[in-house]
């Protein structure tokens, strides 16, 4: 299966809840979740009721969704949270964390995981004073993300830097707001993971 294009507050729509997959948008009132809480697609009176598998997909389906990844590449992560020591829910979830886009959407850099996403593509952030371009890459305690050359002359760069005071990352990230530089100062824990997902129906979907 490809990369979903197709409309993201359509995926929204299908989860129910609010994905943020737009950033300032999902906040306002032209959110589609708010606007049309409905599921997309043709409706009849009578919806039928999910089954223990359907809600169990639904629920992996947001989290793949949120952190904007094919399955292939979801399934690897679940794969490498099996293999860890300690529960598996929490392991999958601090991987995903752990990503280099979502660390850069935590630090208030972008306003979507999907903006974060392409400033890493486009080689304008740096990490650990290296080029990093791969949006993937697992951080770890100590890492700093910086902003690169060409990140730091852009106009987005000026307009961030006007933007982004008042703004507080989770507490395994800390954000030098006067330099515009993030560091990873311990590996996430389930109270830091702000995204509302149920964890333990992922690896009941997997475990099947």
């Known amino acids: 299966m490809g990369r979903y294009i197709g409309p993201n507050c ?16 999902c906040l306002s009132p ?16 009578r919806r039928r009721r ?12 947001k989290a793949r969704q949120t952190y904007g990844m094919l399955e292939r590449q979801f399934k690897g992560y679940y794969d490498e949270a099996l ?6 829910g929490q392991n999958l979830m601090q991987l995903l964390e752990r990503r280099l886009d979502n ?23 740096k990490l650990n004073e290296k080029r990093m371009d791969i949006p993937s890459h697992l951080v770890k305690p100590g890492d700093v993300v910086t902003w690169s050359h060409s990140g730091a002359s852009s ?26 530089q993030g560091k990873v100062t ?9 995204t509302r997902i149920q964890d333990r129906l992922i690896i009941e979907y997997y475990s099947r």
């Open 155 to 180: 106009e987005y760069f000026k307009a961030l830097k006007e933007n982004i005071k008042g703004k507080n990352p989770p507490g395994w990230l800390s954000l030098d707001q006067e330099n515009m």
């Open 50 to 61: 999910l089954s223990e598998r359907g809600v169990q997909l639904r629920e992996k389906q």
């Open 103 to 125: 660390v850069v959407f935590r630090l208030g850099f972008a306003d979507s995981r999907n903006q974060a996403r392409q400033l890493v593509n486009h080689g304008h952030l």
């Open 30 to 45: 032209k959110c589609a979740v708010e606007r049309r809480p409905t599921a997309p697609g043709e409706h009849t009176r």
């Open 186 to 194: 311990a590996l996430p824990q389930p109270t830091d993971i702000e």
């Open 10 to 25: 359509r995926l929204c729509r299908r989860a129910g809840e609010k994905l943020f997959l737009k950033g300032e948008r």
């Open 83 to 88: 293999r860890q020591k300690g529960m598996t």
